[in-house]
Structure formats: C-alpha cells, structure tokens
C-alpha cells in the first residue's frame, strides 16, 4: 500500500509543476481566480464587496487586497466605497476587466479540449469516477477521525 500511496500522490504533485498562468499573460493564478470570482458573483447580485469576495475565494483578505490592488492599478476593477457604510467596498470588473476575463476563459476553455481530447473518453470518465470516489473515501474518513478525536 505504501508505494500505491507514493505513486498517487506523486501522480497528484506533478500537476503543481505546471504552469498554468504561462497561458494567459499578464495574469497571476490569483488575480485569474479573482476576476472569475467577481464575474460570476456579479451574476448573482448587483454590488460585490470585499469580504464576500475574500469568502468565495477562500483567500486571506491582505492576499485579495493586494491582488485587487494590483487589478485595480492594471485598470482591470474598480472599488467602490459605500458611502452609508464606510466599512464597506464594492468591486467590480471594468469593460476591460470583463474582456480580459473572457480572454482567460476562452483560453483555459481551449486548454482544456486540448488536452482532454488526448484522452480517450472512456479512460476519462472512469478517472472522474475514481477520483469521485477518492474524494468521498477521503470526506468520510475525515469526518470519523474528527468524531474520534472527540470522543477520546
């Protein structure tokens, strides 16, 4: 078992050493998954703030500060103060944040029917399957250690 284990998350750490950012320029991974986070956020309500943005990314709020920073000074977003509530600032993306995201998109899209049409359809789906099931083994296993952990 302890070589299927080293293999697999040998398998799993090779896909750290791409670089995916060397597709789309000018962008970083996060400012990528920032822009996209608006975008789609923006679809489900008028006004963005800051915390819900740092909330859907998962991220530390000085690391999307910096990054919204550095998107702002690119002309990519715009914030916006909340003139009742000064506590809160709404971000959104420019017309230019909005063409660079679907640049991104458009080329991520195209990576990836690149490399999955290498594939054969069957060997994928079954990969998707198996690493459905990963995740779940995992969750579940997750959850007895935690109940464990209580219990002692």
């Given at each position: 078992?302890?070589?299927?284990?080293?293999?697999?998350f040998?398998?799993l750490?090779?896909?750290?050493?791409?670089?995916?950012?060397?597709?789309?320029?000018?962008?970083?991974?996060?400012?990528?998954?920032?822009?996209?986070?608006?975008?789609?956020?923006?679809?489900?309500?008028?006004?963005?703030?800051?915390?819900?943005?740092?909330?859907?990314?998962?991220?530390?709020?000085?690391?999307?500060?910096?990054?919204?920073?550095?998107?702002?000074?690119?002309?990519?977003?715009?914030?916006?103060?909340?003139?009742?509530?000064?506590?809160?600032?709404?971000?959104?993306?420019?017309?230019?944040?909005?063409?660079?995201?679907?640049?991104?998109?458009?080329?991520?899209?195209?990576?990836?029917?690149?490399?999955?049409?290498?594939?054969?359809?069957?060997?994928?789906?079954?990969?998707?399957?198996?690493?459905?099931?990963?995740?779940?083994?995992?969750?579940?296993?997750?959850?007895?250690?935690k109940?464990?952990?209580?219990?002692?």
């Amino acid at each position: 078992m302890d070589d299927l284990f080293t293999r697999f998350f040998f398998a799993l750490y090779q896909f750290h050493k791409l670089h995916m950012g060397d597709l789309v320029p000018d962008i970083t991974k996060l400012e990528g998954m920032t822009m996209a986070a608006i975008k789609h956020c923006s679809g489900e309500k008028e006004e963005l703030t800051v915390s819900e943005l740092t909330a859907k990314l998962k991220a530390k709020g000085p690391a999307v500060s910096r990054t919204l920073k550095t998107l702002e000074d690119k002309g990519y977003i715009e914030r916006d103060v909340n003139k009742a509530d000064r506590r809160n600032t709404y971000v959104k993306l420019t017309a230019s944040g909005e063409q660079k995201q679907e640049e991104c998109e458009q080329i991520m899209s195209s990576f990836a029917h690149a490399v999955i049409s290498k594939i054969d359809r069957d060997d994928m789906e079954q990969l998707i399957d198996c690493l459905n099931e990963l995740y779940e083994a995992s969750r579940e296993e997750i959850e007895d250690r935690k109940m464990r952990q209580k219990g002692e």
